[in-house]
């Protein structure tokens, strides 16, 4: 049997994280953890090493922009494939994720029965890559 996909979900608006969650129930597949800003993204992405972390961008105390630069400039981590979530469009933004290393850009609002296949897509295409 192949190991877990190890997913943190930085989310702050409640529902949407749920949404996430019934996303990737599979618990044959993934292990998820859930968290609703960036600082406590980055308190359990230290803790708890996970393959992928699915982020919004507009989050209180510590937005998605600065805890991927967290992730990719201080934390020095370039393996671990992080997938923005968000309804944010301006393609500055999105250019500037790029920019700091994502793997991929999901718009909400998302297919939750999709989801799963679309970000494992995003993981292993990431790991061809490297």
Known sequence: MAE??????????EVTRQLLQIAFRDGEQFETRLVANGEEALIAFKAWQP?????????P???????????????????TTVIMVSSVTDKQDIVA????????????PFQVKTLAATVVGYHRKAKKVK
């Open 97 to 108: 994720c790029a920019k700091l290393g994502i793997q991929g850009y999901v718009l909400k």
């Open 51 to 59: 393959d992928i972390v699915l982020m919004d961008i507009m989050m």
């Open 61 to 79: 105390h510590m937005n998605g922009f600065a805890t991927l630069r967290a992730i990719r400039q201080t934390l020095h981590d370039t393996a």
């Open 4 to 13: 877990k996909l190890k997913i943190l979900i930085a989310e702050d608006e």
